[in-house]
T-cell receptor, first 116, second 111 residues
C-alpha cells in the first residue's frame, strides 16, 4: 500500500533556483494538500486542491505555485527559491467533499528542502 | 480566525500515563483530531472526536473534549518508548476542508 508518495525526500538548492516537488496518491482521493512544517509552528497550509482541476490558496501561498495534474498528482513549484523556504514539505490527501470533512487526511513522508 | 495551541514539550516516565493538552478558539469546530509524527516520517492519524462527544476511548488512547472551555486532551495509558513522537492536535469545521494544526507536543519517554 503506497498511500501518498512524495519525491524527492531531500533536496538542497541555491537561492534563486527553481524546483518542483512531486506528490502522488493511489487512494482515489478527491482532495490534496501541500503543507510546510517549521519548528514550533506546526503545519501550515500552502495550497490545496478540492478536486481535479481546482486549486486554492492556503495560509502561506506566497512564493509557491501548484498544479493538479490529474486526480492522482499534485505538484508544488518554487520558482525562485529563498532561504525562508527552507522547511519540511508534506503532501496529504483525503476523500474530500463538503460532507466528508470527517475523512482523515493521509500524509506522505515529507520532502526536506534546504535553501542556501 | 482559527487558532490551536499546544505545549511544545512533555516528558513522562515509561509506564506512566501521558496527557497532552490542546486548546482551540473556533467554536464551530466539528471534528478534532490527534496525529502522531515519528522522526523522519509524515503524520499518522491516531484518533478523532466529533464535537458533540465528550469522550472517546480506543485501546490505550482516551480523548476528552470540553466544549465549554474549548479544551481537548489525549491520554496515553501505560506509556511506552514507542510512543515517543510529536503529537499534533487539529480541528476542522463545517463547510471547510482545511485542517488547522497546533504547534505539536514533543513527547519524550524517560526510562
Amino acid at each position: 500500500n503506497a498511500g501518498v508518495t512524495q519525491t524527492p525526500k531531500f533536496q538542497v538548492l541555491k537561492t534563486g533556483q527553481s524546483m518542483t516537488l512531486q506528490c502522488a496518491q493511489d487512494m482515489n482521493h478527491n482532495s490534496m494538500y501541500w503543507y510546510r512544517q517549521d519548528p514550533g509552528m506546526g503545519l501550515r497550509l500552502i495550497y490545496y486542491s478540492a478536486s481535479e482541476g481546482t486549486t486554492d490558496k492556503g495560509e502561506v501561498p506566497n512564493g509557491y505555485n501548484v498544479s493538479r495534474l490529474n486526480k492522482r498528482e499534485f505538484s508544488l513549484r518554487l520558482e525562485s527559491a529563498a532561504p525562508s523556504q527552507t522547511s519540511v514539505y508534506f503532501c496529504a490527501s483525503s476523500e474530500g467533499g463538503w460532507n466528508k470533512y470527517n475523512q482523515p487526511q493521509h500524509f506522505g513522508d515529507g520532502t526536506r528542502l534546504s535553501i542556501l | 480566525g482559527e487558532d490551536v495551541e499546544q505545549s511544545l514539550f512533555l516528558s513522562v516516565r515509561e509506564g506512566d500515563s501521558s496527557v497532552i493538552n490542546c486548546t482551540y478558539t473556533d467554536s464551530s469546530s466539528t471534528y478534532l483530531y490527534w496525529y502522531k509524527q515519528e522522526p523522519g516520517a509524515g503524520l499518522q492519524l491516531l484518533t478523532y472526536i466529533f464535537s458533540n462527544m465528550d469522550m472517546k476511548q480506543d485501546q490505550r488512547l482516551t480523548v476528552l473534549l470540553n466544549k465549554k472551555d474549548k479544551h481537548l486532551s489525549l491520554r496515553i495509558a501505560d506509556t511506552q518508548t514507542g510512543d515517543s513522537a510529536i503529537y499534533f492536535c487539529a480541528e476542522i469545521n463545517f463547510g471547510n476542508e482545511k485542517l488547522t494544526f497546533g504547534t505539536g507536543t514533543r513527547l519524550t519517554i524517560i526510562p
